[in-house]
């Protein structure tokens, strides 16, 4: 999903009155909103792929996926950002009439072109500072490539895991994710990137 920067400072309040209203999505981020728009078809069934595998995986247990319609606080320091996260899995969960959540366990991003930056830096930060998460995931789009973030007492852990063979494994919530699964349907590319982004770059080294 692709966003776009607006000029004026609001409140949470009022970001929270705009988006009860609004037709499009946005996301905030201390006192800045951000505009988002669609994503692509190769995004979304990513996305959706993660999500089924989730839900099958703990149907009638307490901890429960989400899609991209439901947003997340970040409340940490002087932080004050909600973000609409492609999934996530809640175990502790807000009352039902809420609008966002507070307490998620685990975030998943697709990349995107226009989305990248803010995955693997803004919204790394972000996120990684939530009491709650034990795991944050990024997914290449053209690629079979994830990036792991895990919770190891009071650090984080970083893997790469790739290829159609590969797992990454969530025991956490007694679940894991076959990568040829999350990429069922999609069709790769020689490279990482499809789209004509000369900031796009394939991280397979280093990465977040």
């Not at 190769?42 to 899609?67: D, E, T, Y």
């Not at 932080?79 to 307490?103: A, E, G, I, M, T």
């Not at 007492?153 to 969530?170: M, S, Y």
Request: overall charge negative.
């Amino acid at each position: 999903m692709s966003s776009a920067d607006k000029p004026s400072y609001y409140s949470v309040e009022e970001y929270l009155q705009r988006e009860a209203t609004s037709l499009v999505k946005s996301e905030y981020v201390d006192g800045w909103i951000r505009a988002m728009t669609g994503a692509s078809i190769r995004h979304n069934s990513i996305a959706v792929n993660v999500l089924v595998l989730l839900r099958n995986q703990l149907f009638g247990k307490i901890c429960r996926p989400f899609n991209s319609d439901t947003k997340i606080r970040v409340e940490h320091g002087d932080k004050r950002r909600f973000y609409y996260p492609d999934v996530q899995v809640v175990c502790d969960s807000n009352d039902q009439l809420s609008v966002y959540q507070d307490h998620p366990v685990l975030i998943i991003e697709v990349l995107s072109p226009s989305t990248r930056a803010y995955d693997l830096h803004e919204k790394l930060d972000a996120y990684l500072s939530i009491p709650s998460l034990q795991c944050y995931i990024v997914l290449e789009q053209h690629q079979p490539i994830a990036y792991v973030m895990r919770r190891s007492n009071q650090e984080w852990i970083k893997e790469i895991i790739q290829g159609l063979d590969a797992t990454i494994h969530l025991p956490f919530l007694g679940c894991s994710l076959a990568l040829k699964d999350i990429y069922e349907g999609i069709e790769f590319t020689e490279t990482c990137v499809q789209e004509t982004d000369p900031e796009y770059e394939c991280i397979q080294e280093g990465g977040l």
